[in-house]
């Protein structure tokens, strides 16, 4: 088993099959205030995106891995996807955040996704910590990460605009304390 094969997921790169199920994910407004989201992204710019995804984390300072299932009949079923944003090499530390599709969600594979991406950050990249943004509703969100053992650290205070308003957005951190 490798380092991104779990039980039950395993994390791949991106392929160029994948960008249909990129564009609906990118384009679902319902996931835009999650992801930051401000304007639907075209086929075109997602084939570009997915045939640089070729370069490394190492140059783009980002990886965007897929989330299939191990065993799936009928072939390869792709649940989601998984990010590392922001990589500084100098600092160790890198953003994450994962995107798990109805109707996966609530039955363990972004906490075994997660935890396969944690064991290649700290393991292979050799971060020294990694942190995500949650705004306080995302309860599943909030959820996952804490069971992962982040941390909450900090609170950027009318951090996101959403329908009129101002929101707060929480920052969690995960530190690697061997290393």
């Known amino acids: ?33 999650v992801s930051n989201t401000l304007a639907p992204f ?18 783009t300072k980002q990886l965007r891995l897929m989330v299939d299932l191990v065993s799936s009949p009928g072939g390869i079923t792709t649940i989601g996807s998984i990010d590392l944003f922001d990589y500084d090499p100098f600092h160790r530390r890198a953003g994450t955040g994962i995107l798990i599709t109805e109707p996966f969600r609530s039955r363990g594979h972004a906490f075994e996704a997660m935890n396969l991406l944690i064991r290649y950050a700290f393991g292979l990249l050799d971060l020294h910590q990694l942190y995500c943004n949650i705004a306080p509703g995302n309860v599943q969100s909030l959820n996952l990460f804490r069971k992962l053992g982040f941390r909450r650290c900090g609170i950027k205070k009318d951090w996101i605009h959403a329908s009129c308003d101002w929101q707060d957005e929480w920052m969690f951190q995960l530190i690697r304390h061997d290393g």
């Open 42 to 59: 075209s086929r075109f710019q997602l084939e570009q995106y997915v045939l640089g995804g070729t370069q490394d984390i190492f140059t």
């Open 1 to 33: 088993m490798s380092i991104l094969e779990g039980r039950r997921v395993k994390l791949r790169a991106m392929e160029p099959g994948d960008v249909e199920r990129l564009y609906n994910w990118e384009n679902d407004t319902a996931i835009w205030s």
